[in-house]
Structures are given as structure tokens and as C-alpha cells.
């Protein structure tokens, strides 16, 4: 016999209905822009405290990896004929090296100049400056360690069929063709973009695979020019003795990393900070 009052099991149940639409609710509810700050700005701090050798370890197998988004390219663009929209297939490729850096969560330059700057716009002082400084640098050199390595491996290695080559050649021939200025105006809109995607990744969940690889199909299908993939390019005509360490430096690298910068810090990360600035309770150092 039920000595509770009446009504009482089915105030239970009307509170258990409310529970789960609450949580049905909240599931389907966007991240608020507050929200993804703070959860970029935790793995931002996360990366500015990790150890030296684990961030140039991480960065060199970036660096490595990415080109594969070079390698996928120039295969595609080995099997598929020469058409008008063959661009818009081969550069399909251009996201595998993407796809194996973001996913498995290395350290790439590009992702470092939003990711890891808002814990310092949060809360600036001498000693976050010195913490970013040190990773930027510390990422960028072994980023570029790893193009490097990568691009050694593939000229003098015999890891790829013979018949991908003129491709890659051709990719690499394309990129440093174009004038510095264009080059730096061109990576503008690659900082934004993968900023853009640092940005929406927090809720992505399951759509991870296919927001990486959309937008970093887009970086390549428009021709906008990024730092680390670019490095792998850069590197292979170095060691193939095609271009010089200056030409190399001034016509590709320096301006790309300008704009890079440019897009993902001064571009999208302020606009970031700015609509939710004052919304949010500064950190403690």
C-alpha cells in the first residue's frame, strides 16, 4: 500500500520527464562563443605549460606528416585527367596531411596562433609573452625540422612511385613561383580559416573528420598558402637544389608566416576576444 500523498508518483515521473528534456535540451544546444573561448583557452594553457621535448617531438612529427597533404595532392593529380575541375578533386588530397596533424593532436604552427594566444589576451603579462614566445618558436623550428625530414625522404628515399614525382615537382614548382607579396596576401585567409576551424572543433563531436578535411580542401582549392605545408614544398626544392636558402626564405617562408600570423592571431583571434570579452571573468595566472 502506498502511504506517500496522493499524486505523489505522478509528480515523479512529471519530474523525471522535465529531467530528461532538460538533458535532451542541453545536448542539442550550441556551444555559446564564451563557452568555446574557455575551452580553447584550457587547452591553450594546457600546451603553454607542456615540456620542451614534448612540444619539439610533437612538432616534428607535424611537420612530417603534413606532407602528406602534398603526397595526396600530387597523387591525385597523377591519375586524374587534365581537366577544369580536376582542382577541385586533387585538392582533396591536400587534407590528408591535415587530417593526420589535427586529429592526432600534433603541434602545428597555424593551430598555436589562436589556440595559444588567448590565454595570454586573457590574462597578458611578461611571463605568458615569454611562454608563447618559446612555443612559437619551439613549434615552428621543429615544424619545419619535420618538412625537412620529409622532404629528404621523398627525394633521395625512393618512398614514392616514380610516376608521383613530376606532381609533387610541380606543386612545389607552383608554390614558390608566386611573388612574396601575393604569397603573404594569399596566407591571410589560411590563418583565418584554420583559426576559424581551432575555433569550431570544440563542438564538432562526431563531424570532426569532415570539418578538417572541407576546410582545409578549401585552403587548397583557392590557393591560399600555409606555412607548414608550404615548408614541405619549400624543402624540396632546397634539397633538390632548385631554389636557394634566401630565395627560399624571402619568397616564401618569411611573408607566409606573416600572414599566417596575421589571419589566425591579429584577424580571427581578436575578433574572437573581442565579442566575448566581456562576458567572462579573467583567469588567475
Same mark, same amino acid.
Given at each position: 500500500?502506498?502511504?506517500?500523498?496522493?499524486?505523489?508518483?505522478?509528480?515523479?515521473?512529471?519530474?523525471?520527464?522535465?529531467?530528461?528534456?532538460?538533458?535532451?535540451?542541453?545536448?542539442?544546444?550550441?556551444?555559446?562563443?564564451?563557452?568555446?573561448?574557455?575551452?580553447?583557452?584550457?587547452?591553450?594553457?594546457?600546451?603553454?605549460?607542456? =615540456?620542451?621535448?614534448?612540444? $619539439?617531438?610533437?612538432? %616534428?612529427? !607535424? @611537420? #612530417? /606528416? +603534413?606532407?602528406?597533404?602534398?603526397?595526396?595532392?600530387?597523387?591525385?593529380?597523377?591519375?586524374?585527367?587534365?581537366?577544369?575541375?580536376?582542382?577541385?578533386?586533387?585538392?582533396?588530397?591536400?587534407?590528408?596531411?591535415?587530417?593526420?596533424?589535427?586529429?592526432?593532436?600534433?603541434?602545428?604552427?597555424?593551430?598555436?596562433?589562436?589556440?595559444?594566444?588567448?590565454?595570454?589576451?586573457?590574462?597578458?603579462?611578461?611571463?605568458?609573452?615569454?611562454?608563447?614566445?618559446?612555443?612559437?618558436?619551439?613549434?615552428?623550428?621543429?615544424?619545419?625540422?619535420?618538412?625537412?625530414?620529409?622532404?629528404?625522404?621523398?627525394?633521395?628515399?625512393?618512398?614514392?612511385?616514380?610516376?608521383?614525382?613530376?606532381?609533387?615537382?610541380?606543386?612545389?614548382?607552383?608554390?614558390?613561383?608566386? =611573388?612574396?607579396?601575393?604569397? $603573404?596576401?594569399?596566407? %591571410?585567409? !589560411? @590563418? #583565418? /580559416? +584554420?583559426?576559424?576551424?581551432?575555433?569550431?572543433?570544440?563542438?564538432?563531436?562526431?563531424?570532426?573528420?569532415?570539418?578538417?578535411?572541407?576546410?582545409?580542401?578549401?585552403?587548397?582549392?583557392?590557393?591560399?598558402?600555409?606555412?607548414?605545408?608550404?615548408?614541405?614544398?619549400?624543402?624540396?626544392?632546397?634539397?633538390?637544389?632548385?631554389?636557394?636558402?634566401?630565395?627560399?626564405?624571402?619568397?616564401?617562408?618569411?611573408?607566409?608566416?606573416?600572414?599566417?600570423?596575421?589571419?589566425?592571431?591579429?584577424?580571427?583571434?581578436?575578433?574572437?576576444?573581442?565579442?566575448?570579452?566581456?562576458?567572462?571573468?579573467?583567469?588567475?595566472?
Amino acid at each position: 500500500m502506498n502511504d506517500g500523498p496522493p499524486g505523489d508518483g505522478a509528480g515523479n515521473v512529471a519530474e523525471l520527464v522535465d529531467e530528461a528534456k532538460e538533458k535532451s535540451v542541453g545536448k542539442a544546444a550550441k556551444l555559446s562563443p564564451r563557452l568555446i573561448h574557455e575551452v580553447i583557452r584550457r587547452d591553450g594553457e594546457e600546451e603553454l605549460r607542456r =615540456p620542451f621535448r614534448s612540444l $619539439f617531438w610533437a612538432g %616534428i612529427a !607535424a @611537420g #612530417i /606528416l +603534413i606532407s602528406f597533404s602534398i603526397v595526396g595532392k600530387a597523387m591525385l593529380r597523377t591519375y586524374l585527367p587534365d581537366t577544369d575541375w580536376r582542382p577541385l578533386v586533387e585538392n582533396f588530397g591536400y587534407s590528408f596531411g591535415f587530417l593526420l596533424v589535427m586529429l592526432g593532436r600534433m603541434q602545428l604552427f597555424t593551430e598555436n596562433t589562436i589556440m595559444t594566444v588567448l590565454p595570454v589576451v586573457a590574462k597578458p603579462s611578461r611571463r605568458r609573452f615569454a611562454r608563447l614566445a618559446r612555443l612559437w618558436g619551439l613549434v615552428l623550428l621543429a615544424n619545419l625540422i619535420g618538412c625537412f625530414i620529409a622532404a629528404i625522404t621523398i627525394a633521395h628515399g625512393h618512398v614514392l612511385p616514380e610516376a608521383f614525382l613530376p606532381a609533387f615537382d610541380g606543386l612545389a614548382h607552383h608554390a614558390m613561383a608566386i =611573388p612574396a607579396m601575393e604569397g $603573404f596576401a594569399r596566407a %591571410i585567409p !589560411a @590563418g #583565418i /580559416l +584554420i583559426a576559424a576551424l581551432v575555433w569550431m572543433l570544440p563542438q564538432a563531436e562526431g563531424s570532426s573528420f569532415w570539418l578538417i578535411t572541407l576546410f582545409t580542401w578549401l585552403i587548397g582549392v583557392c590557393g591560399f598558402t600555409h606555412i607548414v605545408a608550404g615548408s614541405v614544398e619549400m624543402a624540396w626544392m632546397l634539397v633538390t637544389g632548385q631554389i636557394g636558402v634566401t630565395q627560399g626564405l624571402t619568397g616564401f617562408f618569411l611573408p607566409v608566416l606573416a600572414g599566417n600570423v596575421v589571419g589566425g592571431t591579429l584577424i580571427f583571434t581578436f575578433l574572437a576576444w573581442a565579442q566575448v570579452h566581456q562576458e567572462i571573468t579573467p583567469p588567475p595566472p
